[in-house]
């Protein structure tokens, strides 16, 4: 076995042509389950630890997009300054794993993984993010709802590396929410992340662990458009945020597995949207960004 520390993304990509079948670790939280107890055969490992400019992130000169380099742990996705420009994914991030899994356990992983249940997914989804790919001689953005394929796929070639992920810093709520079966260490049985971008006037849901990969209830995105002003702050009754919460659930696929059934499943996230849409609802934009700069 080669284990190549790689110091740069370019030597992460030149060591994936050198070496085709080589594997990538960043954190080793889903890597070294699966050596472990799924026995997956492992031969060459390019470790991405040494690589300080996947464990970057920067806003862009504008301020409105924010770009988290791939090997940012969960750790410093729920802390200020990062949770401030992505309130959502701060959230969610404080639901994964452990203290130490969040210590180690990255964003790029979580994309590399791609388990429905992965909680960074429904969040990137939410905010439309775009994915930064590389390899020794293409570079290329694909958009997360083309990255993500299916069960534990996406669209990644062996011989890329994820770079970054970019999403839009919104003026408005982002919020994630998921339920399992304890309040902490768990995997999603169920999981919602609702952002409301109050210039553009869009609410936009994403729910996770309840199809083969993340889902956009787009049709109820769509409805609550029609039903409500969604620039600004938002006027929604609670009986309207129920009935968006149901209609959301029917856009899923879920299915009965040892975490849970597809009936409670449906049930939990038509809760889960019903909640984050009066959440938004309540929600007036503090200033609180400014000072952390
Ligand atoms: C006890 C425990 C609890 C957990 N709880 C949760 C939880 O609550 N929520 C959750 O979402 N996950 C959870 N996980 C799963 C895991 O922590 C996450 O999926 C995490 O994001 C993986 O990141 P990592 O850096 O450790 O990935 P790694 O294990 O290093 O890699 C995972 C996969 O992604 C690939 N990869 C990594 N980085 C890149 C890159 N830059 N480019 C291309 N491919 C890459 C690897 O080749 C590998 O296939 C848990 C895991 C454990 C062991």
Redesign the pocket.
Known sequence: MTVINATSVQEVVNALRDYPDA???????????EVNLNRARVNDVIS?RRVAE?RRWHLEPDRALLRIG??VPFAEMERAPLSLYAPALAQAAR????PQ?RA???L???L??C?P????LPVLSALDAVVHLRSATTERDVSIHDFMVGVKKNL?RPDE??VAATVPVLQGFSGYAKVGSRNA???SAASACLVHDAIGGTIRLAFGAVAPTVVRARRAEAWLGEQSNLQGSLTVSPALAREFGQRAAEECSPIDDHRSTALYRRHAVAVLAERLLLRANEYLDSDSRGSHE
């Open positions: 594997r990538l670790i960043q954190g080793g939280t889903d890597m070294m389950v991405l996947l791939a090997g639901t994964v794993g452990s899994i180690a356990g990255s790029g992983g979580n590399g993984t388990s249940a992965g909680d960074g990644k590396v994820i260490m768990v995997i």
